[in-house]
């Protein structure tokens, strides 16, 4: 299941800064090699045993990464939080929706693929299947965000 | 407009960025060098040709009253989506006087045109800006 949040929360098991929280807190935690796999698809980087990378535009550290990449990260790594993906491409949610139990925050639709099968939960209640299911779920939140005039 | 178009080298690209409107958002998918590009640009903005370029992201203090006050600027902000709030969005409507490149991919509440939104681009080692939005 995917719990997706559509309105903000100010919590402490919120991640809405992504690069921030990654920066000071994620990538102090050593990177499997199912993660370094993931960054390599994502940003097309190398990473290191010592968190160096190696992408196109150069060396860096994993501090380097996209902000996409950061947040996937930040999803994985932090299992119990609620993850902003507001920053994220359609390629990185491509990715972020064949994960499973995780809990993030969006307060858009963004045109991505999802597998039919992929149950989703929006704001604690509303249960959906795959891409139909989100996207009928969004058409009818934006119905109602007009009734409400918001 | 500040600037149509903005043109330098970062060995080994080549950086060649032409504007179609006061606001441009860069969006498009993650890892395609937004956050490199605003790098590239504090360095680029030392320069006098580029020295209308002023830069936000979330590090930047006081943002929302640093922003407030600007005109004839060419505003570069990243992490937009994480920063601008409603006041900013209005402030960005009505501030003719500046223009704005924005790494955001929320457009709600900004007066927008096809040739707002944009993708960094890479063809060979070249770099430009295309329109998102093709008809």
């Known amino acids: 299941m995917i719990y997706i949040y559509t309105v903000k929360r100010d919590s402490e098991d919120w991640i809405l800064r992504n690069d921030w929280y990654f920066n000071l807190y994620t990538c102090n935690q050593k990177f499997t090699e199912e993660e370094k796999s993931i960054v390599r698809k994502l940003d097309r980087a190398i990473v290191s045993d010592d968190m160096r990378i190696e992408t196109k535009y150069g060396l860096g550290t994993v501090r380097n990464l996209s902000s996409g990449c950061k947040t996937c990260l930040n999803i994985i790594k932090n299992p119990g939080k609620t993850v902003s993906v507001e920053e994220c491409g359609a390629n990185v949610l491509d990715f972020v929706f064949q994960l499973d139990e995780i809990h993030i925050y969006m307060s858009r639709p963004e045109r991505f693929h999802i597998r039919e099968e992929v149950e989703i939960c929006f704001n604690e209640k509303d249960i959906v299947f795959g891409r139909r299911g989100y996207e009928n779920w969004w058409s009818e939140e934006y119905a109602r965000r007009a009734e409400s005039d918001l | ?135």
């Open chain 2, 1 to 135: 407009m500040i600037y149509d178009l903005i043109e330098f080298q970062a060995f080994p690209f080549s950086y060649s960025l032409r504007f179609e409107d006061r606001v441009t958002l860069v969006r498009g998918d993650s890892a395609t060098g937004k956050t490199f590009l605003y790098q590239m640009l504090e360095d680029l903005r030392m320069t006098k040709e580029y020295e209308a370029i002023r830069l936000f992201n979330y590090k930047t203090d006081n943002f929302h009253s640093s922003l407030a006050k600007m005109q004839k600027s060419f505003i570069v902000i990243d992490n937009a989506d994480t920063i601008l709030n409603e006041e900013d969005r209005k402030f960005i409507n009505f501030e003719h006087s500046n223009q704005y490149m924005l790494f955001l991919r929320n457009c709600d509440g900004l007066n927008l045109s096809a040739g707002s939104f944009m993708v960094l681009c890479e063809k060979g080692k070249q770099i430009t800006l295309e329109r998102e939005i093709k008809f």
